[in-house]
């Protein structure tokens, strides 16, 4: 069990909080809560195998959210003094008061009990930055080699890694200290054949883990990347698909993504009440279909998850003070839940958030974010090569690629990294050019299986976008492979869309 970094427990942190909660008390807040954060991050990127770019970042900073006279306030600094936090805590209250005139809608939040003092840490054996970065350059630069020595023209490589440390209090009695961390390697072949090329990328997802998977444990990248030069040559030389109805066979490595634009920001209730639109829309998944719609087949289980363990949104409490937990959002094909923070659940007669509240960074305030929202597997369920097996004609697809969804995250298009031709119940060579187009409820209706938890894997990004000023937030979705009947084909070339 690793200890909360020295650096960041160094920091006077219950003296600032103490100083900047006891001046919003003295101005008559209704709710007022503190955070000081420390957020490291490293990216490396190598090109052929030679690096380009190595760039650290670090970011510390305090801040102070309050609600007075029914108004929100706040305000954040990167003086860590107890004068510097009494200042912040005004300027919070100030902007509260200036915002008072313009405030159509009191705030109000949902109750949540008081947890006292909490240390939470995530799961993982090897601080990333605890590893040399001619270490980390040397890994990456022999993964390249492997691929330049197979056959492949060119290869793009990026480690991307972060540590988060999180300190909150909040006048109720809730004093929470936390670090995560997380890390994303990516490696993109590129192959060139007769005057044209395409890609290939790693299917290894970001993880909440550390150093660790990328050395062995949890991810084969030897067997991954020995393949690779392989699959790329074929797909270079496969023809484009024909464009038609097909059963279509998909990979956790592709479908993360399809949950998390149609199912993972349609269910953000700020979204479905019409309160937050920025980078992704609204909703059609509106509160008077909650326990009515079918949004999918008897198949779709789908959880809202902040205690998953290794995932990007996996954490002890939010940002709100809020413990994280497990909820249903959709059960057994039927639309039961949504994602909230205090707020929404209190305007929406809710008893309590479910812990979706999340700032990037501390010169931010915490919006409500997206949990770790994923497909449930079945029980006993069959293998990815069991689902193939029972497609006459059809399509199976590994990895994501590009994708384009409408703004009531309804009339979607996906493609992917690879595409195999099924015939018979077996896989019969590359196509290439493939996208798969449905609305939500459509392609949601249509999956007929989802495989065991044998085929399970939490997918993910670091760069779920959301607000204005807009803020990033990682996620993950886990998913099982799963069968999909009668989906309507593409050829991507020819519509534009790859």
Same mark, same amino acid.
């Given at each position: ?12 942190l ?21 955070r ?5 991050s @490293? ?8 690096l ?7 970011d510390?900073?305090l801040a ?7 108004? *929100? ?12 936090a ?22 109000e939040?949902?109750a949540?009990?008081?947890?006292g003092?909490q ?8 601080d990333?930055?605890?590893?040399p ?10 993964w ?34 936390? @670090? ?14 007769? !005057? ?6 790693t299917?290894?997802?970001?993880v909440g883990?550390?150093y ?7 991810w ?17 030389a496969a ?5 038609? =109805?097909?059963?279509?066979v ?6 993360w ?7 993972g ?32 087949s008897k198949v ?8 998953a ?6 954490i ?5 003070g809020?413990?994280?937990q497990? *909820?249903?959002?959709v ?15 209190h ?9 979706c509240?999340?700032?990037d960074?501390? !010169?931010?305030?915490?919006l ?14 069959? =293998? ?8 006459e004609? !059809?399509?199976?697809?590994?990895g994501?690629? =590009? *994708?384009?969804?409408?703004? @009531? ?7 992917g ?19 798969? @187009?449905?609305?939500t409820?459509?392609?949601?209706? =249509? ?22 000023p807009?803020q990033v ?12 009947? !009668? ?10 869309g790859?």
């Amino acid at each position: 069990m690793h200890e909360i970094d020295p650096a960041f427990a160094a920091l006077p942190l219950r003296a600032l909080a103490d100083a900047a909660l006891t001046r919003a008390r003295e101005l008559g807040v209704e709710h007022v809560d503190f955070r000081l954060e420390r957020i490291r991050s @490293q990216t490396l990127r190598l090109k052929d195998a030679a690096l380009e770019t190595a760039m650290d970042a670090d970011d510390v900073g305090l801040a102070v959210r309050v609600v007075k006279d029914g108004t *929100w306030g706040f305000a954040s600094g990167i003086d860590l003094t107890t004068k510097s936090a009494v200042q912040v805590a005004e300027q919070a209250v100030m902007v509260a008061q200036v915002s008072r005139a313009i405030n159509r809608e009191p705030i109000e939040l949902a109750a949540e009990p008081v947890h006292g003092e909490q240390t939470w840490i995530s799961a993982y054996e090897v601080d990333p930055f605890g590893v040399p970065t001619t270490d980390k350059v040397a890994l990456l630069a022999e993964w390249s080699r492997r691929l330049l020595t197979g056959g492949v023209d060119h290869v793009d490589a990026a480690l991307l890694q972060v540590k988060e440390n999180k300190f909150y209090a909040d006048a109720a009695g809730t004093v929470t200290t936390q @670090q995560r961390v997380r890390l994303h390697p990516v490696l993109t072949a590129v192959g060139i054949a007769d !005057g044209a090329f395409d890609t290939m990328r790693t299917l290894a997802p970001p993880v909440g883990r550390g150093y660790e998977f990328l050395t062995g444990t949890g991810w084969d990248f030897d067997l991954e990347l020995a393949r690779i030069p392989e699959l790329l040559a074929e797909k270079l030389a496969a023809p484009s698909v024909e464009a038609g =109805s097909y059963d279509v066979v998909i990979a956790p490595s592709n479908l993360w993504l399809t949950i998390h634009e149609s199912i993972g920001h349609a269910t953000e209730l700020d979204r479905a009440l019409g309160y937050e639109a920025a980078y992704a829309g609204t909703s059609f998944a509106t509160p008077d279909k909650l326990g009515k719609l079918q949004y999918g087949s008897k198949v779709l289980n789908i959880t809202g998850d902040r205690t998953a363990e290794h995932g990007l949104s996996t954490i002890g409490y939010d940002d709100e003070g809020v413990e994280t937990q497990q *909820w249903d959002i959709v059960k057994d094909g039927l639309f039961v839940g949504y994602q909230l923070d205090r707020r929404i659940a209190h305007l929406t007669g809710q008893s309590r958030s479910n812990g979706c509240a999340f700032a990037d960074s501390p !010169g931010n305030m915490p919006l409500q974010r997206m949990a770790n929202v994923s497909l449930r597997p079945a029980p006993g369920g069959p =293998s990815t090569e069991d689902l193939i097996s029972g497609v006459e004609r !059809g399509i199976y697809i590994e990895g994501d690629k =590009s *994708w384009s969804i409408d703004m @009531q995250r309804y009339n979607f298009q996906f493609t992917g990294q690879r595409f195999f031709k099924i015939e018979n119940g077996r896989l019969a060579g590359q196509l290439r050019d493939v996208a798969y @187009q449905a609305t939500t409820t459509d392609f949601w209706n =249509s999956m007929e299986a989802v495989g065991g938890p044998q085929t399970y894997v939490l997918g993910g990004a670091f760069n779920c976008g959301k607000g204005q000023p807009g803020q990033v937030a990682p996620v993950s979705h886990g998913c099982p492979a799963a069968l999909f009947r !009668g989906v309507n084909i593409l050829n991507a070339l020819k519509e534009g869309g790859q």
